[in-house]
């Protein structure tokens, strides 16, 4: 990997009083940036989230991690799982970006994992800056009916041996408008620990971002994709 970059430190407002902080990277000439929704029980230090971020600089794409949640907030295990709550503050990050000197000219895309792929879905079906998403190992039922309502290219991966979110995905991805396609890992679990998985999932979410975020890309028909290559 390139990314030798040196990550700016941000603080991103959540209210009049709150705010979370956050890691932003751009390239020299970003063909977008890529905000990540970290999963229960993540931060922006997760490990698998910051591989998937730096293979997206090799790629030319800039990335923003950020908590979600204040450190208080945290603590409740019911705000983890708070996917309304986790959305909005997603769409809160996502006007910083718009905002902000250096990202507010880029084309913005949400990357989820875990329950964060439902808060991803959520904030993208409630916005129109978002061109496109890509969700690991996620939870896109827990978006519940809002599902029907992205229509922004979305793919979905998931592990091979991760059945019981295989299952979810596959119904989910039923439900999602617009372009859509889901990549089935072989031999991945949930957290996509095994040799070369995680590298299958960073190069396909560079593949996606770099065909939807640069400006004037063009939208294929709409379309079901299953893969498992």
Do not use: C
């Not at 519940?144 to 991805?173: C, F, K």
């Not at 998985?197 to 996606?208: G, N």
């Amino acid at each position: 990997m390139i990314a030798n970059h040196i990550p700016e430190a941000v603080t991103i407002p959540i209210g009049l009083r709150h705010s979370v902080p956050g890691i932003l990277a751009l390239p020299p000439r970003p063909l977008g940036v890529v905000l990540f929704a970290h999963g229960s029980g993540s931060s922006r230090f997760s490990r698998r989230n910051r591989y998937v971020a730096d293979r997206l600089f090799d790629a030319n794409l800039g990335w923003l991690l950020f908590d979600l949640l204040t450190d208080r907030e945290s603590q409740s295990r019911d705000n983890v799982f708070d996917i309304p709550l986790l959305a909005e503050r997603l769409q809160l990050a996502t006007e910083w970006a718009a905002a902000y000197p250096a990202t507010r000219d880029l084309v913005p895309g949400y990357f989820g994992a875990s329950t964060g792929a439902a808060a991803a879905l959520m904030a993208a079906a409630g916005t129109t800056r978002i061109r496109a998403v890509v969700s690991r190992g996620g939870r896109p039922d827990l978006a519940g009916e809002w599902l029907r309502r992205v229509t922004v290219p979305t793919l979905l991966i998931v592990g091979g041996e991760d059945h019981v979110v295989l299952e979810l995905n596959a119904r989910a991805l039923e439900l999602l408008g617009g372009t859509k396609e889901i990549i089935v890992v072989p031999r991945a679990t949930h957290l996509f620990e095994e040799p070369g998985t995680l590298e299958r999932v960073a190069d396909e979410a560079a593949r996606w971002f770099g065909r939807y975020l640069p400006v004037g890309a063009d939208e294929p028909a709409r379309s079901l994709t299953a893969n498992s290559a």
